[in-house]
């Protein structure tokens, strides 16, 4: 344990180290070209956002040495505790909090903003890690299942209540986790036929929709009734009924919830994806916009500080977001795609890395890390290239904002020091 406190640096790999330095060098290059103007250059100033964002990324030198300095025990013994405060940060917001465009997010420090959110992911992957590391912890118990969808839940519903819907569906991520140690698949199923029945509820009104299903789940009635005779009816005809119950009540659930509680922009972004509509003007002009600018760059890209779109801001807040749309355009798909290639050789390299380890307790925060990274990649470039609706989801560790950098690389590093911990001692 002394070597390890001698030598913070003793067993980091290196290659996720580069990774991220790369990442996060080019990110900022992007939020330079999205927010620089005519003004006088300021690199190290808070009047510019490629400013404060280089300050971040400075900043970031300290929270990582301070993330290292600690070793990996501490990390899973006081994972509970870190766990429990990043929550009373996320009840604080209504109390605290500062509101903008519309969600009380925010902690507010004068010229920094810090947005809890994005660092309760971390938190609650160190919890889900301990909790399911314990030996006697089994997936075959409900009451295990239960435990875990609270830990993943509970930073969900208050985050839910912000309200910012983008960040909490982060944790929908924690699934592919949850599946990797024994959870039966059927969840995902679930959650992917509650997928298709929202949309098809969208795309055709409540009694099309449960009309057809109805008629479906009656041909298999009969068709089971067919093959099992009285028998099956004696014996399962409560799971017929609660079947049939079940699907009526979500169905009507589902469109009153879509017509009544969601906000009208929520319901234009569905709707604009799904074809029902055209807004590139209103609700779907930041989306239109995007996919312009992303499609303008062609195969090598207009070149730094040369995309007209970009540099004449016609895609709004492009430095959070939307950045990646600043990469389409002055990069071009080729530049695109070697970030993509970069995320996928990060995700390689962490699951590699988790499955190396001996430690239960640092697989499962691996296998966490590289979830939630995946889920942020996938949807916020499906965002910006109008595969997904809009739902605030930043790319990691090119968006601008301070919160979003540090979030991840505490995210990141803690990994980085469990498995230097598993390199040490080998």
């Known amino acids: 344990m002394r070597r390890e406190r001698n030598n913070i640096f003793a067993g980091v790999d290196w290659l996720l180290v580069l990774i991220f330095a790369v990442l996060v060098s080019f990110g900022w290059l992007n939020i330079y070209s999205a927010s620089n103007t005519d003004q006088e250059i300021e690199l190290l100033s808070f009047s510019t956002k490629y400013g404060k964002q280089l300050i971040f990324i400075f900043l970031t030198i300290p929270l990582i040495i301070t993330i290292l300095f600690f070793n990996s025990e501490f990390y899973e013994k006081f994972s509970g505790i870190f766990y429990i405060i990043s929550l009373a940060t996320l009840v604080g917001l209504f109390i605290f909090g500062k509101t903008i465009n519309g969600a009380t997010s925010w902690y507010n420090f004068g010229v920094l903003g810090l947005q809890p959110s994005e660092f309760v992911k971390a938190f609650t992957a160190l919890a889900v890690a301990k909790l399911m590391s314990d030996r006697k912890y089994s997936f075959k118990l409900v009451k295990n299942q239960i435990k875990a969808f609270v830990v993943i839940f509970a930073p969900a519903f208050l985050i839910t209540l912000q309200p910012d819907v983008g960040s909490a569906l982060i944790y929908l991520s924690f699934f592919l986790v949850l599946h990797r140690e024994g959870l039966t698949l059927n969840y995902i199923i679930l959650g992917a036929v509650v997928i298709v029945l929202f949309i098809l509820t969208i795309l055709f009104g409540v009694p099309w929709v449960l009309s057809i299903l109805y008629i479906v789940l009656s041909i298999f009635t009969v068709y089971a009734i067919y093959r099992g005779g009285r028998r099956f009816l004696r014996f399962n005809w409560y799971k017929v009924a609660a079947l049939y119950v079940t699907v009526a009540i979500f169905i009507v659930g589902t469109g009153y919830t879509y017509t009544n509680i969601f906000k009208q922009h929520h319901r234009d972004r569905f709707e604009i994806l799904l074809g029902l509509k055209k807004d590139n003007q209103g609700i779907g002009y930041n989306s239109y916009q995007s996919e312009l600018t992303v499609s303008s760059g062609g195969f090598n890209g207009k070149g730094f500080l040369r995309g007209d779109l970009t540099q004449g801001k016609f895609v709004p807040e492009q430095h959070t977001d939307y950045i990646f749309s600043v990469i389409g355009e002055e990069w071009g798909f080729l530049g695109g795609t070697i970030v993509i290639i970069l995320f996928m050789l ?27 990274l995946f889920f942020h990649v996938i949807v916020n470039i499906g965002m910006v290239i109008g595969l997904l609706p809009t739902v605030g989801i930043p790319l990691p560790f090119f968006s601008y904002g301070g919160s979003s950098l540090w979030g991840f ?9 469990l498995d230097a911990h598993k390199n040490h001692d080998l």
């Open 409 to 417: 690389t505490i995210l990141l590093f803690i990994f980085i020091r």
């Open 346 to 372: 990060m995700l390689y390299r962490i699951l590699y890395l988790a499955e190396t380890h001996t430690n239960k307790f640092g697989r499962i925060y691996g296998y966490s890390l590289a979830s939630i």
